[in-house]
C-alpha cells in the first residue's frame, strides 16, 4: 500500500479553507501538536496528546475512550482534511503525521485563534513552554509591538 500525502505541493489557500480547518477545535490541537517537530509523529502519540488538552489532563492519564474518540476521528476525518489541503503530510503504511508546506499560509492564523484556549489549561502550559519563546510569547510580543 503506498503511503498518503498531500502530493499537492504549495497551493494558495482559499479564506474558506482556512476557515474551515481552524473551525474544529480538535483539527487545531492536532497542528498546535505538530508545530515545531523536526520529523513524522505517530497518530497514536498525537491522539493522547490531543485528548490530554480536551480533558485537561497529562497525555498518559487519558481514559481509553476519550483517546480512542480522537484517534478515530484524526484517522477518519482531520488528518485526512488536513493533507487534502496541503497542510499535512500523512504516511497510512507508518500511521504518522507531519507539517508540510501549505502549514505556513495557516500558520498566521493560528496565531490569532490561539487566543480563544482556555488560560488554565494543559493546553496552555504546553504552549507557553514550546521550544523558543513559544506560540503565547510570541503573540504577546506582536501586540505589544502593534500598541506602540
Not at 35 to 48: H, N, V
Not at 71 to 98: F, I, M, R
Request: charged letters at 25%.
Amino acid at each position: 500500500m503506498e503511503a498518503l500525502t498531500s502530493g499537492q505541493g504549495e497551493q494558495e489557500l482559499s479564506a474558506d479553507t482556512i476557515l474551515e480547518l481552524l473551525a474544529n477545535r480538535r483539527r487545531r490541537y492536532l497542528l498546535y501538536a505538530l508545530r515545531g517537530q523536526e520529523g513524522p509523529i505517530e497518530l497514536s502519540t498525537l491522539a493522547e496528546q490531543v485528548a490530554g488538552w480536551e480533558h485537561d489532563v497529562p497525555p498518559d492519564e487519558v481514559a481509553k475512550n476519550e483517546y480512542k474518540s480522537v484517534y478515530v476521528s484524526s484517522v477518519q476525518c482531520h488528518v485526512p482534511k488536513l493533507a487534502d489541503a496541503g497542510v499535512v503530510d500523512h504516511d497510512e503504511d507508518n500511521h504518522t503525521v507531519v507539517l508540510s508546506d501549505n502549514f505556513t499560509q495557516l500558520e498566521p492564523y493560528l496565531r490569532v485563534v490561539v487566543k480563544d484556549e482556555p488560560e488554565n489549561s494543559t493546553l496552555h502550559a504546553a504552549l507557553e513552554t514550546e521550544s523558543g519563546d513559544g506560540l503565547l510569547g510570541q503573540i504577546r510580543e506582536n501586540v505589544a509591538r502593534l500598541k506602540h
